[in-house]
């Protein structure tokens, strides 16, 4: 029954939470404000945004047999693409379900152990993961005196007091998770090992050079489709590079938090151009236009992937016994 409500709780709160902030977010500014914007935007840049976004998904595609070649399995194209697309649609579902879901689809349809497809899942997001804190790294560079002034002001005596009570607690839990619940901490170590064994693999693997330019082909892609969305509105279309940096990284953590980002990635966008002080109903109005564009892009990608799978690879099958 705890199980059962446990997963329940997984997939209603990130709707909850999503949908609040929708209601929030449309009474700060209204629908007919956001079509205003839009019907001023230059739809040439959104369309090269929806392209670069794209490119992106490919060159996922692509990187996956990078990493299975080594574990002796060769994947096609199409599946590969079917499921990158189809994983992203289903995380509008339950947020991070999307990547279980892709090796799923791959392990059924390439004949591959689950186990081995979600264990380059996770390496996957091993790499992505250090891109990430990579692009976090330039940011922090490039308005590092901002930064320093920014936390100068608002970390104060109560906030230092604040974290160190935080600490305190987790350290605090974490002997008593170790201490009372043993079986757990052992789960969490062979978890973690897990992922060391998907770090090795990366490290290992012949096609090191390809994997890694893929790599930061995607994110390269990533933020490139942030910033030429950004030049469709004349509104923002002028601001420094920093701003769309810590824009592009909000956006990127608020995905996670609700599905598909859904309530959260144009409030996210707001709160990081606010700290440069851009208005907040063009930041709020680029926010949705920037998640709605990728978001109509995932759905139909998305869907026809999903439409088109198991006809591929009947297809497949029938010229493979053929």
Request: charged share 10%.
């Amino acid at each position: 029954m705890n199980k059962i409500i446990i997963k329940s709780i997984k997939i209603i709160l990130p709707i909850s939470i999503g949908l609040i902030l929708v209601v929030y977010s449309f009474s700060k500014i209204s629908i007919n404000q956001i079509l205003f914007y839009l019907q001023k935007s230059n739809p040439y840049w959104i369309l090269l945004g929806i392209f670069f976004g794209t490119l992106s998904h490919i060159s996922r595609s692509y990187r996956w047999n990078y990493l299975l070649n080594p574990l002796g399995y060769k994947i096609t194209f199409l599946n590969s693409f079917f499921a990158v697309f189809a994983a992203y649609l289903i995380n509008f579902t339950v947020p991070r379900a999307g990547d279980v879901a892709r090796a799923t689809i791959i392990s059924k349809y390439e004949n591959i152990p689950f186990d081995k497809t979600l264990g380059t899942v996770i390496a996957e997001r091993i790499a992505d993961l250090i891109c990430a804190f990579s692009i976090i790294c330039l940011a922090v560079f490039l308005k590092k005196e901002f930064i320093i002034n920014l936390i100068s002001e608002k970390f104060n005596s109560m906030s230092i007091f604040s974290l160190f009570f935080v600490s305190s607690v987790i350290i605090l839990l974490i002997i008593g998770l170790n201490y009372f619940f043993p079986s757990l901490i052992i789960k969490i170590k062979v978890f973690l090992k897990g992922i060391f064994d998907g770090v090795l693999t990366i490290t290992k693997m012949k096609n090191r050079g390809a994997f890694i330019f893929h790599t930061i082909f995607i994110w390269l892609m990533y933020v490139l489709m942030f910033y030429v969305t950004s030049l469709s509105m004349q509104e923002i279309s002028d601001i420094s590079f920093a701003p769309i940096l810590i824009g592009f990284i909000l956006g990127m953590f608020s995905i996670g938090a609700t599905n598909g980002g859904i309530g959260t990635y144009p409030e996210a966008i707001v709160i990081a151009f606010s700290i440069f002080s851009i208005a907040e109903d063009p930041s709020r109005a680029f926010g949705w236009i920037m998640w709605s564009s990728q978001t109509l892009m995932i759905i139909i990608f998305g869907g026809i992937s999903l439409l088109l799978l198991p006809v591929y690879n009947n297809h497949r099958n029938k010229s493979i016994t053929n």
